[in-house]
């Protein structure tokens, strides 16, 4: 059952908090009741209704082609699940970058129809007007800079960024109007350890790292990548701490030599 952010354990505040006493923030994502429940059980303090759901629940190359529709019913079925943590919920691609109402508009959707805590949205200050607009309206929204898969077609790789001095100065500029709007916190995607450490030490409201390395106030995975349940994406910043792919697809074999040979179901397995 939803609890709704009134009874949220974990709050933006509270994040805040454990940035200024060094606590890590731990978040996953999710998209679905079931995972989202062990999620919550886990203890972690922020699931990501990631549009990453785009590539692993449905098998797209990117994350361009999820709808509002898809985000909220995602979202939707992680908040049945929840009680504990904060649930952040991606604006899917074109639902922002056009223009502010319309953003006011897509965010406000996602929060009614899914009842999550918060939005997340990629990109600097070409997108400020917009997370200006929406942070008015008092929906509290995460940031996202460095690698946005969002705009993968205009880097036309998924390699690490702003390595070079002047993105590098982008991203810390981009950073500071985040904070300075009232975003949350900040996902620092693929970029040197040492960039997310400026921009960490720099900032009061926390940052959540994937592939930015150990000074980051927080850290995300992709909850498909980190159980090894996809085994054809390793990229140096996945720790796998499991192998899900195996262990899924041993159960299954199992279960088709069982059916085969007529020993599934056996005397007790009926009625
Ligand atoms: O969609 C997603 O899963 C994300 C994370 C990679 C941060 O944005």
Same mark, same amino acid.
């Given at each position: 059952?939803?609890?709704?952010?009134?009874?949220?354990?974990?709050?933006?505040?509270?994040?805040?908090?454990?940035?200024?006493?060094?606590?890590?923030?731990?978040?996953?994502?999710?998209?679905?009741?079931?995972?989202?429940?062990?999620?919550?059980?886990?203890?972690?303090?922020?699931?990501?209704?990631?549009?990453?759901?785009?590539?692993?629940?449905?098998?797209?190359?990117?994350?361009?082609?999820?709808?509002?529709?898809?985000?909220?019913?995602?979202?939707?079925?992680?908040?049945?699940?929840?009680?504990?943590?904060?649930?952040?919920?991606?604006?899917?691609?074109?639902?922002?970058?056009?223009?502010?109402?319309?953003?006011?508009?897509?965010?406000?959707?996602?929060?009614?129809?899914?009842?999550?805590?918060?939005?997340?949205?990629?990109?600097?200050?070409?997108?400020?007007?917009?997370?200006?607009?929406?942070?008015?309206?008092?929906?509290?929204?995460?940031?996202?800079?460095?690698?946005?898969?969002?705009?993968?077609?205009?880097?036309?790789?998924?390699?690490?960024?702003?390595?070079?001095?002047? !993105?590098?100065? =982008?991203?810390?500029?981009?950073?500071? @109007?985040?904070? $300075?709007? +009232?975003? %949350?916190?900040?996902?620092? /995607?693929?970029?040197?350890?040492?960039?997310?450490?400026?921009?960490?030490?720099?900032?009061?409201?926390?940052?959540?790292?994937?592939?930015?390395?150990?000074?980051?106030?927080?850290?995300?995975?992709?909850?498909?990548?980190?159980?090894?349940?996809?085994?054809?994406?390793?990229?140096?910043?996945?720790?796998?701490?499991?192998?899900?792919?195996? !262990?899924?697809? =041993?159960?299954?074999?199992?279960?088709? @030599?069982?059916? $085969?040979? +007529?020993? %599934?179901?056996?005397?007790? /397995?009926?009625?």
């Amino acid at each position: 059952m939803s609890t709704g952010s009134s009874t949220r354990v974990i709050t933006t505040h509270k994040l805040l908090e454990m940035k200024q006493r060094g606590e890590k923030i731990s978040m996953l994502t999710a998209y679905d009741y079931t995972s989202a429940r062990i999620v919550d059980q886990a203890g972690i303090d922020i699931i990501l209704v990631g549009d990453s759901a785009a590539n692993v629940m449905a098998g797209h190359e990117t994350t361009l082609p999820i709808t509002i529709d898809q985000m909220i019913y995602h979202a939707q079925s992680v908040m049945r699940a929840v009680k504990n943590p904060l649930v952040v919920v991606d604006m899917p691609f074109g639902t922002y970058q056009g223009n502010p109402k319309e953003a006011v508009r897509s965010a406000i959707r996602i929060m009614k129809e899914s009842e999550a805590d918060a939005v997340k949205m990629e990109g600097g200050a070409e997108i400020m007007e917009s997370v200006e607009r929406i942070l008015s309206t008092g929906i509290p929204v995460m940031g996202h800079l460095g690698l946005t898969p969002q705009s993968i077609h205009k880097f036309g790789t998924y390699a690490v960024r702003a390595k070079e001095e002047a !993105e590098a100065n =982008k991203l810390i500029e981009d950073a500071i @109007a985040l904070e $300075k709007a +009232g975003c %949350f916190a900040i996902v620092l /995607e693929k970029i040197p350890a040492a960039l997310a450490k400026r921009v960490s030490e720099q900032l009061s409201i926390p940052t959540i790292g994937i592939g930015a390395g150990k000074w980051c106030d927080g850290q995300v995975l992709v909850m498909h990548d980190m159980l090894g349940l996809n085994n054809t994406f390793s990229p140096r910043f996945l720790r796998r701490y499991g192998n899900m792919y195996e !262990e899924y697809l =041993k159960a299954f074999q199992n279960y088709v @030599a069982d059916v $085969k040979s +007529g020993d %599934f179901p056996n005397e007790s /397995e009926q009625y």
